[in-house]
């Protein structure tokens, strides 16, 4: 909760017991007290509804609770006023000389503005993007790279000791059909007839793998057997593979902590530990030549292979042993997993394989990214114009650039589908939110730099001088980052950054607009540069959180 509502629900709670004291109210336990923001800013900065939760409970009007307590409200230097509104609301509106003074707080603050101790050092995993290393990333793998990192950034800030993390799929089918298909590839480039694999990787990227080859080796593994040879070419190719994966997330500005290697879960014997506990357990069943995991006893509608009729492991298995490290091996006190929209059929049998390990299920946060579709023109974009096949994650970087791809994948909540408009994103102009919001921090800093070349000195600013509506509006926006960042930290939503950046990039321009900050009043400018000075700190920092540049020119 953050420092300011805190305040208000103790100053709730305060009244209302003094209330039952006072035989105003009936000595009840007290309900949850929230504090919103109203709708209407003319009924103040926060408002609750507790008086509405007492009239059930106590069966007296809700309006004559709210006057009572309203009265009974002790002074604050935060409140300028307590208000009551139908049928049941208490208003607070925030003093106006606490509000220009907080302005002195976020530049004290500087890069810190806004970070919470919510997460209390609590040591957070949040895997994300984990795509086999198999093909170049798409557009859908962008979004969930860029919302786990926004979160990342976020949790980081709310007081989490945060680790991120590529689950790199190195072993099991899909490698093998890789290392088939680039024989394949390698052996056509080499003027032989050898088809593809029936589910083989037919994109023109693994032509491209297979001359790269060819022209670091040259003629060297043309005589290698075939087991040999499709062997080592997925020594040579998966690692390439990765590199490219890696450059086009630093292309999007996502980076990782750890790359995990499901290959070391059977090197280091944890893949076998896992199935050994679980069938110790009796969570493990064999029939049908295949060994099971008995869902079904912990409430779900199947039970699940771990081990195929051919005693190859399944997907399910390796996530298995991979979730018993991150919890029991590494003693992480949380795991956020975020994944595409073709697993949510897994998310289920993972918390409850979860819970046979004895962890508990809460523990695991599992997201579901949903699919991206872009558009043109109001048309739907699926073929790349350079290859023919999917668009992939780099072409679009290169097409619209990094911050503009980072901001529409974050634009919406998760499970919302989304629809990415190219022609949007490529406007330099107002209608271009990501656009809008870099102005106003290149803005921001242009009148910076003309304070300085005029040699104007804001230290000794008397920021009672900020009585506008414009300015003290600005005040109000800013002061609501710490909330924004909680608001994530609670519900793993980072898309609410996208809002916050653009209505603060809003309220800046009106401000901009409204009031001159170089001007004669020398004591006005001197307050205003202050004022926009916080304002830097303030769309930087979320700027940041978002992964996105701060640009001091446009």
């Excluded at 230290?459 to 800013?478: C, F, H, N, V, W």
Aim: glycine share 8%; charged share 25%.
């Amino acid at each position: 909760m953050s420092g300011l509502k805190q305040r208000l629900i103790d100053l709730l709670t305060q009244a209302a017991q003094e209330a039952q004291k006072q035989g105003k109210l009936p000595e009840i336990t007290l309900p949850e007290i929230a504090i919103e923001h109203p709708q209407n800013p003319d009924h103040g900065d926060y408002a609750s509804s507790l008086p509405l939760k007492l009239a059930r409970a106590t069966r007296m009007n809700p309006l004559k609770i709210a006057q009572e307590l309203a009265a009974l409200v002790a002074p604050t230097p935060e409140i300028g006023s307590v208000t009551v509104a139908p049928p049941g609301f208490i208003n607070f509106t925030l003093n106006k000389a606490w509000l220009t003074g907080q302005v002195t707080g976020i530049l004290q603050a500087g890069d810190r503005y806004g970070n919470t101790e919510q997460g209390k050092g609590s040591r957070v995993q949040i895997e994300f993007v984990s795509v086999n290393p198999t093909g170049p990333l798409h557009v859908g793998h962008g979004r969930g790279a860029v919302l786990g990192s926004a979160l990342a950034n976020t949790l980081k800030a709310a007081g989490y000791d945060i680790t991120t993390e590529y689950y790199i799929n190195d072993a099991g089918n899909q490698v093998e059909t890789f290392r088939r298909s680039l024989y394949a590839r390698y052996q056509q480039q080499m003027g032989k007839d050898v088809p593809i694999p029936e589910d083989g990787y037919v994109g023109s990227y693994m032509v491209d793998l297979a001359k790269e080859v060819i022209a670091e080796h040259g003629d060297a593994l043309r005589d290698v057997p075939e087991k040999e040879l499709v062997t080592r070419l997925g020594e040579i190719g998966l690692p390439r593979m990765l590199a490219r994966i890696k450059t086009d997330l630093e292309l999007l500005s996502v980076t990782f902590d750890s790359w995990f290697s499901e290959k070391s879960l059977y090197d280091k014997g944890q893949y076998q530990k896992v199935l050994s506990l679980l069938e110790a357990s009796g969570y493990i069943a064999k029939r049908e030549s295949a060994t099971w995991f008995v869902s079904t006893a912990l409430g779900e509608d199947k039970d699940n292979v771990v081990v195929r009729t051919d005693g190859t492991a399944t997907y399910f298995a390796t996530d298995i042993a991979y979730h018993y490290n991150k919890f029991i091996e590494r003693k992480f006190d949380r795991v956020i997993d975020i994944w595409g929209a073709d697993h949510m059929g897994h998310v289920s049998r993972m918390k409850a394989v979860v819970g046979a390990l004895g962890i508990d299920p809460e523990r695991l946060k599992i997201i579901i990214s949903q699919m991206v579709t872009l558009r043109s023109g109001g048309e739907v974009v699926r073929l790349s114009k350079r290859s023919g096949d999917i668009i992939t994650l780099r072409e679009l970087i290169e097409d619209v650039g990094a911050d503009v791809c980072r901001y529409f994948f974050l634009s919406r909540a998760a499970d919302s589908q989304m629809d990415f408009d190219l022609q949007l994103a490529k406007k330099q102009s107002v209608d271009n939110p990501v656009y809008y919001i870099q102005y106003a921090h290149a803005r921001i800093a242009s009148i910076l730099r003309l304070a300085a070349e005029k040699h104007l000195d804001s230290s000794g600013a008397d920021l009672a001088l900020l009585t506008t509506p414009a300015e003290l509006t600005l005040i109000r926006k800013m002061l609501l980052l710490p909330e924004i960042i909680e608001t994530i930290a609670c519900t793993l939503e980072p898309h609410h950054l996208t809002y916050y950046a653009l209505e603060l990039a809003t309220v800046f321009h009106g401000f901009y607009k409204d009031c001159r900050v170089v001007t004669e009043d020398a004591a006005l400018t001197k307050a205003r540069l202050k004022l926009v000075d916080a304002a830097r700190i303030v769309l930087n920092r979320t700027l940041h959180m978002m992964g996105m540049a701060a640009p001091d020119t446009m």
